[in-house]
């Protein structure tokens, strides 16, 4: 019985490899198909668009994560007021709003900056800094004074949302300008609310180990079309051995100090 489960699990295993290059083929024969110097010359005119918007977008975007922001922050402390007079089962409602409302918050000032990096990565580039004349150097230099205005946002209310979450909960004695932040605030939490972490983290890492090779497959094949260069390759496969091997190191460690006690 366990043999022929064992060859189901290597035939599932087969078909699946069989599956993954029948797609892969398809693929390969739809980008035959495709006029890829058109879809090259549109992905050259998106990226010439950016840069010509470069500042007005950042600009919008520090001024969207700043209202997002201050917004998620009132919000945060006016559940904070109410949860101190709350009674048990309205206290629990309360406290998952706290915990929802926290969520987009960091969500939403991670999104707002990744775009921000983006949009400035557009012009991040020597040979494209040379081609400017003066007044397009001005307003290069001045995006790049927003976004570093934007990101120093982002790190201040990450800081404040931290304070005013210790505000609600004193226990919560982490600081959150310390390398050594998460492990402190780890500590700060009850069993239950330990789990909860525990969990996440274990989904985040399966998240993980999906989007990172799918991603670095597609830098992969987005290389091989448009010669987009190689290093995106090696930073993402150097993100996949980093992830495999913390976790994997990890467990090992936490084994050992568990058969040591």
């Excluded at 489960?5 to 980008?31: C, D, E, H, Q, R």
């Amino acid at each position: 019985m366990k043999r022929k489960k064992k060859m189901n699990t290597y035939l599932k295993y087969t078909l699946i490899l069989l599956a993954s290059l029948l797609v892969g083929a398809l693929a390969g024969f739809l980008i035959a198909a495709m006029n890829l110097q058109e879809l090259g010359n549109g992905a050259e005119g998106l990226l010439e668009l950016l840069r010509g918007a470069m500042l007005p977008i950042l600009i919008l975007l520090t001024l969207l994560n700043v209202i997002f922001g201050e917004i998620i922050l009132k919000k945060n402390a006016s559940i904070g007021k109410l949860l101190g007079d709350a009674e048990d089962e309205k206290g629990d409602a309360l406290e998952y709003e706290l915990e929802q409302i926290g969520a987009i918050g960091l969500v939403g000032n991670n999104i707002l900056t990744v775009l921000s990096l983006i949009i400035l990565s557009t012009g991040y580039s020597l040979e494209y800094m040379e081609s400017l004349s003066a007044v397009g150097n001005k307003w290069l230099l001045a995006s790049f004074v927003v976004f570093i205005l934007g990101n120093s946002y982002a790190g201040i209310w990450q800081v404040r949302l931290i304070k005013e979450t210790q505000k609600i909960y004193p226990e919560r004695a982490a600081d959150p300008t310390s390398g050594k932040f998460q492990e402190q605030w780890l500590k700060s939490c009850d069993e239950a609310e330990r789990e909860i972490i525990y969990q996440s983290s274990y989904k985040a890492y399966l998240a993980m180990m999906k989007v990172i090779p799918i991603l670095t497959f597609a830098a992969l094949l987005t290389h091989l079309l448009w010669n987009t260069g190689v290093l995106a390759v090696v930073f993402l496969g150097i993100a996949w051995i980093f992830t495999t091997l913390t976790y994997s190191r990890n467990c090992v460690v936490l084994k050992g100090k568990k058969l040591n006690t």
